[in-house]
């Protein structure tokens, strides 16, 4: 409930250009004294009453931002107090006869499950925010003229065109390395992990989170016949997606016996059922989570697994409750789609990387190196 301590803003322009002094996110008022945005105020209120010791994982150093505000209750918890919020100007909840609730006769530990299910819900709400962004930049980042950059989203089927293998694929293997360790620091269990098993999981992920993110704009372009790059330019059913201006008819003809299958497949078993479900970006916030975490036949650490198990269980639950809390009618038939999508990643992110081990192998392609010494030992 509202209480005197929070003074929403009511001048929209003030608004816009003054920040939360918790996580930076966009301010809508004063709430416990302190100029905070809608989310911190709720964190805040939720908490706050509660007599609960709260403990970092991490040192208590824990940087807290609108993109990850979630990561650690503790310290946001902390800095909401370091900023001036006055946990007694917290008002328990009455009942509709005056008196304070009690919960409902509630447990404590409840009440403590209740507040940690909101803050996942929130936590992951904030990642499908922070992909929505990336995707946005992404549209800026592979542009390389001024025409591309401010033609109309409407208009992209005007300026498809084959890929060019050499340019093309230097152009995107740097916009998708850059985006991935973004995306990377949205994992919060990678901070303590060890370098060694964080590289092993990394290694692991490049080829399906390519593959996954090359699938998912083509479905959001409308192609179901054909492998759209995120650069707009595509690889047609019938070529290999390796042609260069350079290749004679035999090297041509080399390259799509060796590669032209993994396209079909690519365009069959990942782009066509993406088409079916129409995946929206929540859910691939979740398939590259659990695409991340599946260990597979690594050598990792007990230690390691462990870790990773208990990752993916949390996608799969914050996945289901951002199904409810967006109305999806036939959860579990969805969620059964999903991971068949999944399984059908893992086997041909390992095609993947045989091609580009075939690329390195015969010289078939040069200045790979950033993604080719990502992937190979």
């Given at each position: ?8 803003m ?72 370091a ?34 299910r ?6 992951f ?13 992404r ?169 990773a ?39 041909h992110s390992?095609g993947f ?19 080719d ?5």
């Amino acid at each position: 409930m509202e209480t005197r301590n929070e003074v929403p803003m009511t001048a929209p322009a003030e608004s816009e250009c003054q920040q939360c002094v918790i996580c930076g996110d966009v301010a809508d008022g004063y709430h416990y004294s302190v100029l905070s945005c809608r989310g911190c105020n709720a964190f805040f209120r939720r908490i706050a009453p509660q007599s609960i010791q709260l403990t970092c994982k991490r040192g208590g150093n824990c940087a807290i931002s609108k993109n990850k505000r979630c990561v650690c209750r503790a310290c946001r918890f902390t800095k909401c107090v370091a900023a001036g919020m006055d946990r007694n100007a917290v008002q328990p909840k009455r009942d509709s006869y005056g008196s304070y609730s009690r919960c409902k006769k509630q447990s404590h530990q409840n009440s403590v499950d209740d507040s940690t299910r909101e803050d996942d819900d929130e936590s992951f709400d904030d990642k499908v925010k922070f992909y929505d962004e990336q995707l946005q930049r992404r549209n800026v980042m592979v542009c390389t003229t001024l025409k591309e950059a401010l033609t109309d989203p409407k208009d992209l089927d005007k300026t498809m065109r084959p890929v060019r293998a050499q340019q093309d694929y230097e152009l995107i293997q740097k916009v998708e390395v850059v985006q991935l360790f973004e995306w990377l620091q949205t994992l919060y269990e990678l901070k303590d992990m060890h370098l060694i098993e964080k590289a092993k999981l990394v290694k692991s992920f490049v080829p399906k989170c390519h593959l996954l993110e090359t699938a998912f704009y083509s479905m959001q372009r409308g192609f179901s016949d054909r492998v759209v790059l995120i650069n707009n330019t595509f690889i047609a059913s019938g070529s290999s997606g390796f042609e260069m201006d350079t290749d004679d008819e035999a090297t041509r003809e080399l390259k799509l016996k060796l590669f032209g299958q993994m396209v079909e497949n690519c365009i069959g078993a990942i782009i066509a059922p993406m088409n079916t479900l129409m995946i929206t970006k929540g859910e691939m916030v979740a398939l590259k989570q659990l695409a991340f975490w599946n260990t597979g036949a690594l050598d990792l650490a007990e230690e390691t697994k462990k870790v990773a198990k208990e990752a993916s269980d949390r996608t799969i639950a914050d996945l289901h409750s951002w199904y409810q809390r967006n109305h999806f009618e036939n959860i579990p038939e969805r969620l059964g789609s999903l991971i068949l999508l999944l399984s059908a990643l893992m086997e041909h992110s390992i095609g993947f990387v045989e091609e580009i081990q075939v690329l390195r192998t015969f010289n078939l392609m040069e200045n790979l190196a950033m993604i080719d010494n990502i992937l190979l030992p």
